[in-house]
């Protein structure tokens, strides 16, 4: 009985820890408040060019597409992930592997948003990436202070 009832106790705990995680990657989701903040930045304070409007406006549209794609590829892995610790119900080879997956797609995402970046710092003048340099790093360090 006594035995039971720490089983049950250790899988209620384990699946509000998994629970947690997923909240928590809800929630804490700022690099989209960085995204916005970098965004306003170029079409609000450095007085871009009809020219440098329109080729960020191409950038950006592309960017969204392929975001969109490898967020919808996340919430896959995300399931993935899911369906592992239901089979496995622990840290099992499943659940490795599920991980792994999940991380592959999050460092995609976060390459493509950095080449995203670099493109639209590409058509700044010197002045005007000098100023985006400044918020990226200080958009990419907010939470380190």
């Not at 970098?38 to 950006?60: G, N, P, T, V, Y």
């Amino acid at each position: 009985m006594a035995s039971r009832r720490l089983l049950i106790i250790g899988l209620i705990a384990f699946l509000a820890a998994v629970a947690g995680v997923f909240v928590g990657r809800i929630l804490v989701d700022a690099p989209r408040a960085n995204e916005t903040e970098l965004h306003a930045l170029l079409h609000r304070e450095l007085k871009l060019s009809a020219d440098q409007e329109k080729r960020i406006h191409l950038i950006e549209a592309r960017f969204a597409a392929r975001r969109d794609a490898l967020e919808l590829e996340m919430r896959a892995a995300n399931i993935r992930l899911a369906q592992a610790i239901d089979a496995e119900h622990g840290y099992g080879p499943q659940v490795t592997e599920a991980i792994d997956e999940t991380h592959e797609v999050m460092g995609d995402l976060q390459k493509e948003t950095l080449q995203h970046l670099f493109a639209m710092r590409g058509v700044l003048d010197r002045e005007q990436a000098a100023m985006f340099d400044k918020r990226v790093v200080k958009a990419l360090t907010a939470d380190a202070r």
